[in-house]
């Protein structure tokens, strides 16, 4: 359970409260884990950025077990950027790191899944940092 005062105030409009009031109790929400306002803000907004976040990628090709996909954050116009996949090991070339945005994204290309899973590769766990090198 998250402390208290992990939290903070949101406005919001009344009118779109007095929605998510009504929706609250619905089997849909519940099914969702959402029992409060808090709870719902919360999700609504981790949806959100997580749009935003597919947004900053594209994928560019798959060859084999190399996955090339555009970052559009890297400056000044973004920057391709391979992940490679190796046994049960992936990388990214451009992190030179076993976890990072662009191993999560790339794992969540149903085509690139299916061709990685198809070479009985397994989705990386999200091992911290600390971890890398690490390896059994
Ligand atoms: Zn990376």
């Not at 779109?16 to 099914?31: G, H």
């Not at 992190?95 to 198809?118: F, G, M, S, T």
């Amino acid at each position: 359970m998250m402390a208290k005062n992990d939290w903070t105030p949101v406005s919001v409009k009344k009118a779109l409260l007095s929605q998510v009031q009504r929706a609250l109790p619905t089997p849909m929400v519940k099914d969702l884990g959402l029992n409060n306002m808090s709870e719902f803000v919360d999700y609504a907004l981790r949806e959100t950025l997580g749009k935003i976040e597919l947004k900053r990628f594209s994928h560019i090709s798959t060859d084999g077990a190399r996955v090339c996909i555009l970052d559009s954050r890297v400056e000044p116009i973004g920057r391709l950027v391979s992940v490679m996949f190796h046994d049960d090991d992936v990388w990214c070339e451009y992190c030179d790191e076993n976890v990072c945005v662009h191993i999560q994204y790339v794992w969540e290309i149903p085509e690139v899944r299916k061709a990685l899973e198809k070479r009985n590769l397994k989705r990386p766990t999200s091992r911290p940092p600390a971890a890398t090198g690490n390896k059994k």
